[in-house]
């Protein structure tokens, strides 16, 4: 897969990303179906295909409960943590089997840090706000923002933006960010204008839910392709984060973006 620019930061991503919520995380999940934490060989499988199809792209986010310490963990095992691009959140936290937020300057500033421990890195690509939709259009007043830019200012951050969760979040955030985070699908089309907006503003956009939370494919009435092939539609659409445990799910998500991108 050839890979795509997040805006202008230089950061250079595949279409499909993988997301790793289902390694750190069973409670709180609106999944159609139970699943419980695959163990490390799994994991390293998984990130075994995801290389091999092309995917550099990883999600990941304190509210994911163990993902960053176990991708931290991996990768350095691995010896290839050079090879994937990180995308992680500040703002949420997942503890005792609920959120907790804070959006100030000194607390978006403390989640990177320890991100970036668990993460076992000096540097994450892409960090967002990961927005409870409501405090999203607060963010500058909060001090989250100017927390963004220092963050990318040291060099721990490459990349900033929010992942956002209603249009006027989107419309607010795209001015401020690199790379905004909306779900979109079939399902949920109504952020298609804050894509446009983002693109129109310079900012990347990564998909989430496109596939609406497993919901496609296995009788569900809306096939892989024609749910990729409606987002994807969309020229705004830098990478899709899709998360997965099953290997053949992600080779099939893999096929169907290709064919999508290239029927676009």
Not at 102 to 114: L, P, T, V
Not at 133 to 138: L, N, S
């Amino acid at each position: 897969m050839e890979l795509r620019e997040v805006g202008s930061s230089g950061v250079m991503v595949s279409p499909i990303g993988l997301g790793t919520v289902k390694i750190g995380r069973t409670m709180g999940l609106k999944y159609p179906q139970a699943f419980e934490l695959p163990d490390d060989d799994a994991v390293m499988r998984l990130l075994d295909i995801g290389s091999d199809l092309g995917i550099n792209l990883l999600d990941t986010a304190p509210a994911y409960g163990k993902s960053e310490a176990r991708l931290g963990e991996i990768l350095k095992q691995r010896g290839d943590r050079d090879a994937w691009v990180i995308s992680t959140k500040a703002g949420e936290r997942f503890e005792d089997g609920e959120s907790r937020f804070d959006f100030s300057a000194e607390g978006i500033i403390a989640s990177c840090e320890r991100s970036l421990v668990w993460l076992a890195t000096d540097r994450v690509d892409c960090l967002l706000l990961h927005s409870d939709g409501t405090a999203e259009t607060e963010f500058g007043k909060s001090g989250a923002f100017d927390a963004l830019d220092e963050l990318k200012a040291r060099g721990l951050v490459r990349a900033v933006g929010v992942s956002v969760k209603t249009a006027s979040g989107a419309l607010v955030a795209a001015g401020r960010s690199d790379v905004l985070m909306i779900e979109y699908s079939l399902a949920e089309p109504g952020m298609g204008g804050s894509i446009t907006r983002a693109c129109e503003r310079g900012a990347g956009v990564f998909v989430k839910k496109a596939l609406a939370s497993g919901r496609v494919g296995d009788g569900h009435g809306v096939s892989a392709d024609e749910a990729f092939g409606f987002v994807f539609a969309e020229p705004g659409v830098t990478s899709v984060v899709v998360g997965t445990l099953n290997p053949e799910h992600l080779r099939e998500n893999c096929r169907a973006a290709e064919r999508a991108i290239g029927g676009a």
